[in-house]
């Protein structure tokens, strides 16, 4: 699956497979400070659950 995911990323974007790809640092900080937290959060509930 994983393979085939990594298959698709290259076709369709060559750039990507390169490791030569814009870096938007508005969006990396967005997703440090909004989707991060939010994720903590879910992850310690999920472990909160498990035996």
């Known amino acids: ?3 085939e ?3 698709n990323i290259e ?3 060559p750039d990507f497979s390169h ?3 814009p870096v938007d ?3 990396v900080w967005q997703t440090i400070t909004r989707s991060l937290p939010a994720l903590k959060e ?3 509930e999920i ?5």
């Open 5 to 7: 995911a990594a298959h």
């Open 19 to 21: 490791g030569y790809f």
């Open 42 to 44: 879910t992850i310690a």
């Open 25 to 27: 640092p508005e969006v």
């Open 11 to 13: 076709l369709n974007h």
């Open 47 to 51: 472990r909160e659950q498990t035996p």
């Open 1 to 3: 699956m994983i393979g």
